[in-house]
């Protein structure tokens, strides 16, 4: 059955202080890695596609990284605006989305 | 930008009321989803169009059924509402093209059902 993990399920940070976050996934074939952000009362932002191994991409303080079991999402010197849940979902087949529960993320001044 | 919109942000019905959950993309995307959002759960999908008048079950479908009338709008039904029902709900968009077109949301519809 195809699964994603993501952990930890709750972070707190101070301001400034970098930390990464882990998905981890068992799939049977993957096509893709989505990383989404979600403020609370509002729907999943895009922010990165991964498809392969080794594969990386950032935005502003963000960075996200894809192995062949797990995809980190690397944040560095967070603010308090960097607050949300982190989703992260794999694509198993045509359109086919496995989400993760998410990591909510609180940034303290 | 792509511009998913919801037709309501919050919804209150009681048990046994038919329940319409609209969804409007401006981006002329071929693919929409509903998808609903319980704790503890993550999304799960509850059905899918890759065109109009075509409609796929997703991983829950019992309850609800869907209408796609024109390309643009998608609507998820609640035939007969119930308690486990209450839930946060999610529609989404994609283009057609490669299988990995990301899947862009909407506000969300935070429904309770009493």
């Known amino acids: 059955e195809d699964q994603v993990t993501q952990s930890p399920e709750a972070l707190r940070l101070q301001e400034g202080e970098s930390s990464s976050l882990n998905c981890s996934y068992t799939?049977?074939?993957?096509?893709?890695l989505f990383w989404y952000r979600q403020d609370p009362g509002k729907g999943p932002e895009f922010l990165f596609t991964?498809?392969?191994a080794g594969e990386e991409k950032e935005k502003e303080r963000l960075k996200a990284t894809l192995t062949k079991k797990e995809s980190f999402l690397h944040i560095t010197a967070p603010k308090p605006e960097d607050s949300a849940t982190y989703l992260c979902?794999?694509?198993?087949?045509?359109?086919?989305?496995?989400f993760g529960t998410g990591t909510r993320l609180l940034v303290s001044p | 930008d792509v511009k998913v919109t919801q037709s309501s942000r919050y919804l209150v019905k009681r048990t046994g009321e038919k329940v319409f959950l609209e969804c409007v993309q401006d981006m002329d995307h071929e693919n929409m989803f509903w998808y609903r959002q319980d704790p503890g759960l993550g999304l799960r999908l509850i059905y899918f169009?890759?065109?109009?008048?075509?409609?796929e079950k997703g991983d829950i479908p019992e309850g609800y059924s869907v209408s796609r009338e024109k390309k643009e709008r998608f609507s998820l039904i609640l035939e007969s509402a119930s308690t486990n029902q209450t839930s946060m709900y999610l529609c989404a968009s994609s283009a057609r093209g490669g299988s990995t077109d990301t899947q862009y949301f909407g506000p969300g519809t935070r429904l309770t059902v009493l």
């Open positions: 169009s890759y065109d109009v008048k075509m409609k």
């Open positions: 799939v049977s074939g993957l096509r893709g």
């Open positions: 979902a794999v694509e198993t087949g045509f359109q086919k989305l496995v």
């Open positions: 991964l498809y392969s």
